[in-house]
Each structure stands twice: as structure tokens, then as C-alpha cells.
């Protein structure tokens, strides 16, 4: 089996080019000529000066609602790839927030003044869910700058460019019939129906593209002759076109160009301006989905995940890379909590401490064979170990039994995903 790679620092602690050379890696720690400064990923750094030859590193990102992928990637190998877990609570809790200061307002208190207009948001404002998912990609890739010499970020900001497709349905003729103008063309067509079937309004389904005017009929290869249809309905319609179908709508529907230019969220307008302060003006690049999803499935040949998704990213065109068997798992989580009062007059003062017998929430510990993080601590009682994953509980036992295997930093929780684990977690729930 391939030697795992380990990260490591020069010796003001810039970083170098990792290595697999573990018998060199365990000689410099026993001669005190390195040192470890992170167990996981296992990170050191050297004591003596070295020549800091390195290779330029590109980080690929793939941002996303719930989870990011990351994947960093030199000299067509992957070097380090991972799977950021974003929090999803944040709108609950403010929500609840909002909640508990609404009551309180309305108990009998002295005379405050109005203060709800008085309030200018910053630009770049973004909402509180999102500024959390930002902070959090942005902190994400920060982290890879630590342990590789990142050069290079390529974010994924839209699913398509729309200047390469200015006037899509007018040049539709003249364009290449490359394959990758055909996945330029689907998800164009896909945002321009809205990922629904034109006909029944089908969505949640596979949809097919489909000849307004059949091509057996004369119907050109145009954009402006194409819709989405699911597969019954495309059945159905046959040979017929979309006004014997029975929806005219749909043929003058298509015959409108897209306007609106690909949405780009506010969120990722945010994270590609944070990460151009930080790498250059000229390092981040654009990625765009149909790019994305050709260099994955043609010339890669992966499956479709978060951070396979992030491996092309980061590729060059007509780079070809292997993904790593090991993929890391950053789990945000809460940094604490603040709750002070609880019971329904916030009657009772909160006194759980910091620390139930030495333990914290969300350290990862080791119990009865299974790996999991801290969900509750009991002052008389059992702990309850849950997994990192899926928050299920996995055991509850005493703190006495546990072994700490880290605590979280960052802001997250650092675990291990290798394929044998998730094929190992897809057969024992199937
Ligand atoms: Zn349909």
C-alpha cells in the first residue's frame, strides 16, 4: 500500500513540498532535526534550513450549501483532499434568538427606546447563514495554505459563463460541436427551464434534452430549439412538435434568448474577493460547472462527489490526476455555548461548566471501539458518544473509559473519510 502523505513546514514555518518518505520523516524526529506540530493531518516541521524547493500547489473549490470540497493538487498528483461539513443551524438559532428577545421585550421592564431603524447594514453585508458558510470555506482553504504551498486557487462560482455564450441562440450554428460546448449547452438549457420538464413541470426527475421541432421533422441543433423534457413526456411527444403537442407557449418560450446574466451568489462573490486579498488578484481563478462536470466524467472518469468535484477543479486542462484514497472531513461546529438563563422566565441560570470531569463538548475520543465525538456529558452518568458523520449516537459510557483522540480546532471537527470507510458505512446500511 502507498505510504500516507505527511505535511511539512520549513523552519520559519512556511510550507514545503510534502512527503511519503516516512523511514526519513521518523530519522529527523529521533535526531531532534524535525518536530511535530499537528497529528492530524501529521504535520512537522523541520529544524535546519533547507533549499524550500517547491511546486506550485492548486487548490480547487467547490463551494456549496451544506458541504465543500477541496482538493489541492501538484505535478498531476492529489495531495491533500477534504470534505467541509457547513453548519446548518445558524437561521434556527437566530431565529430562536429573535424569539427570546421578542418576549422579553414585552415583559414589564423600564422604557426603552426604539432601536429597529437605526441600524445600516455594511456593504458586502451578507446574512448570518451565509457569512458562516463563507468564513467557513474561506477558513477551509486558509488551512491547506498552512500545510501546502498553495499557489493557485480555482473556485467554482456559477454553473456556466455566460460570455462564452453571449448570444447562445443566435451563433448556435457557428458554435464547435465539441464536447464540451455540449455540457455548455445542457446546463444553459437546464437554468434557462428552470430544472423542470417543460411539458408536465416535472422536477426531482432525470430530464432529457429535447427537439422542439424534431430533427427527423427539419428541427435545427439551435438553443432556441431546445427544452427539457422528462422521459414520458419526451415518449410522448414523439415526432410531434411542441404546437401539436399542445403547448405553443413552449415554442415561443424558447424563442427568447436568456437575459439575466448566470446568477452569482453574493456568497461566492464574497469568498472569491476574501481569497483574492489573500493570494493576488491574478491567482484566483473561475471555475464554471459545465467545465467542472466535463473534466470529471470525460477525462477523469470519477464519480460525482463534493471532492471529486473539487479535483477537477483544481486540474489544468488536459491534466489527469488520481484522487487520494483519503479524504478529510471538517465538521463545523459551534464555538461554545452562550446560553446563560434557560426555563420558560429564564428562571434558571445555566450552570453546566466548561469542562464535566476534564472532558469538553466535541472533543474526539475512543470508546469501546468506536471513534466518535462528545454529544453530552452526564455530572453522575454515562457520556454519549456520537458519530462525527451523522451525529447518531454511537455508545454512552463513563468518562473513565474514554480515550481523547483530539480536540477541535479551527472551528471544526478534523476526522477521516477513506473509501474503504464510506463503502464499509454504504454496505452496513444497505
Ligand atoms: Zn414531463
Known amino acids: 500500500m502507498e505510504q500516507s502523505i505527511i505535511y511539512v513546514k520549513s523552519r520559519t514555518g ?9 523511514s526519513k520523516v521518523w530519522y529527523w524526529l529521533r535526531k531532534g532535526l524535525a518536530r511535530v506540530v499537528c497529528r492530524e493531518p501529521l504535520t512537522i516541521q523541520l ?5 524550500g ?11 456549496g450549501a451544506q458541504a465543500v470540497g477541496l482538493a489541492a493538487v501538484a505535478n498531476e498528483e492529489v495531495l491533500l483532499q477534504a470534505e467541509v461539513h457547513l453548519r446548518t443551524d445558524i437561521k434556527q438559532k ?33 446574512p448570518p447563514s451565509l457569512r458562516s458558510s463563507a468564513e467557513a470555506t474561506l477558513r477551509a482553504v486558509r488551512w491547506v495554505a498552512t500545510v501546502l504551498p498553495v499557489r493557485q486557487v480555482n473556485v467554482e462560482i456559477a454553473s456556466f459563463d455566460t460570455q462564452k455564450l453571449q448570444n447562445p441562440e443566435i451563433t448556435g450554428e457557428q458554435y464547435q460541436h465539441g464536447e464540451l460546448h455540449g455540457y455548455l449547452v445542457r446546463e444553459y438549457v437546464l437554468h434557462k427551464w428552470r430544472h423542470r420538464c417543460a411539458y408536465c413541470g416535472a422536477t426531482e426527475m432525470p430530464l432529457q434534452l429535447e427537439h422542439i421541432i424534431p430533427k427527423a421533422r427539419g428541427g435545427s441543433e439551435r438553443v432556441s430549439n431546445l427544452a427539457l423534457a422528462c422521459e414520458a413526456c419526451n415518449l410522448k411527444k414523439g415526432t410531434q ?10 415554442q415561443a ?16 462573490t464574497a469568498i472569491v474577493g476574501a481569497l483574492r486579498e489573500q493570494f493576488g488578484h491574478d491567482q484566483v481563478c473561475l471555475a464554471y460547472g459545465y467545465e467542472t462536470k466535463y473534466t470529471r466524467i470525460q477525462r477523469l472518469g470519477l464519480p460525482k462527489s463534493h471532492t471529486n468535484d473539487a479535483v477537477a477543479i483544481a486540474c489544468r486542462m ?12 471538517l465538521r463545523c461546529i459551534p464555538r461554545g455555548n452562550y446560553q446563560l438563563y434557560n426555563g420558560k422566565r429564564s428562571e434558571h441560570k445555566i450552570w453546566a461548566p466548561k469542562k464535566v470531569q476534564g472532558w469538553k463538548l466535541y472533543e474526539l475520543v475512543e470508546a469501546k471501539g468506536h471513534v466518535g465525538y462528545i454529544g453530552g456529558r452526564r455530572l453522575k452518568g454515562a457520556f454519549v458518544v456520537k458519530d462525527p458523520l451523522t451525529s447518531k449516537t454511537l455508545v454512552e459510557v463513563t468518562p473513565r473509559k474514554l480515550v ?27
Open 14 to 22: 512556511e510550507p514545503l513540498m510534502p512527503t511519503r518518505r516516512h
Open 47 to 51: 529544524r535546519f534550513e533547507t533549499t
Open 53 to 63: 524547493y517547491i511546486q506550485p500547489v492548486t487548490v480547487g473549490v467547490d463551494t
Open 94 to 126: 437566530l431565529d430562536q434568538r429573535r424569539k427570546s428577545r421578542r418576549t422579553r421585550r414585552s415583559r414589564k421592564t423600564r422604557y426603552r427606546p426604539a432601536r429597529f431603524a437605526n441600524r445600516r447594514r455594511p456593504a458586502g453585508w451578507l
Open 241 to 250: 412538435t411542441a404546437v401539436e403537442f399542445g403547448f405553443p407557449q413552449v
Open 253 to 268: 418560450q424558447a424563442k427568447l434568448p436568456l437575459k439575466a446574466a448566470a446568477h452569482v451568489s453574493s456568497m461566492k
Open 318 to 329: 488536459g491534466e489527469v490526476v488520481k484522487p487520494s484514497p483519503l479524504v478529510f472531513q
Open 404 to 430: 481523547r483522540v483530539s480536540r477541535p480546532v479551527h472551528g471544526w471537527m478534523l476526522t477521516r473519510l477513506s473509501f474503504e470507510a464510506k463503502e464499509e458505512r454504504a454496505s452496513s446500511s444497505a
